[in-house]
């Protein structure tokens, strides 16, 4: 039974996660209410993260607070340009939907509004991990994000899929869920970044 309690136990380690889970998400939560700082708070959450999972943890608060001011700038400007994008994809399909897709020519163009609309969603997957990890100009963070988008289509989906995943379970069957989920995901995540930001590391004009 003493076992079951000691510091190496899988019950200790699953503990010690989720308590860093939900201190990473309450630090999350707070950085981002003032809504322009949700991109520099959600850098500074990979940051964390995307160590974590090699065990360069240290020090949880202090390594998420320098992370968000070294990429405070470039990560609002890439946080703003995302919502302007996000809310011109919603609006245009709120039209589309209200629309008439009767002929081929409207059918065509909804699906490729589509296609715009998950390569969206997928490129911000990566985004904020890429300014967590490499440093580099925003033009090419943000096309470097859409290029691994989709070059790396199974993890794009299988983390899409984590985060909806997370939110459904949490608002459906377990509440509790949701304090510690925007840590929980963000390490899921990262446990597919790692390996993906890795291979780029010996590619200079990539990373």
Partial sequence: MSSLFSINSPLWEMTDKLVRFLWLSILWSICSIPVVTMGASTTALYSVTLKYVRGEEGYLTSSFFRAFRENFRQSTIVWLLSLAAGLFLFADFAVYYRGDYKNMVSMALFILFMGVFVTFIFANLYVYPLLAYFNNSIRHTVYNALVMALCHLPSSIAMLTISFALLAIG?????????????????????????????????????
Avoid: K, N
């Fill in 171 to 207: 608002m459906t069957f377990f509440p509790p869920l949701l304090f510690v989920a925007p840590g929980m995901a963000a390490y899921l995540h990262s446990r597919f970044l790692r390996r993906i930001f890795d291979q780029y590391l010996t590619q200079p004009e990539e990373a």
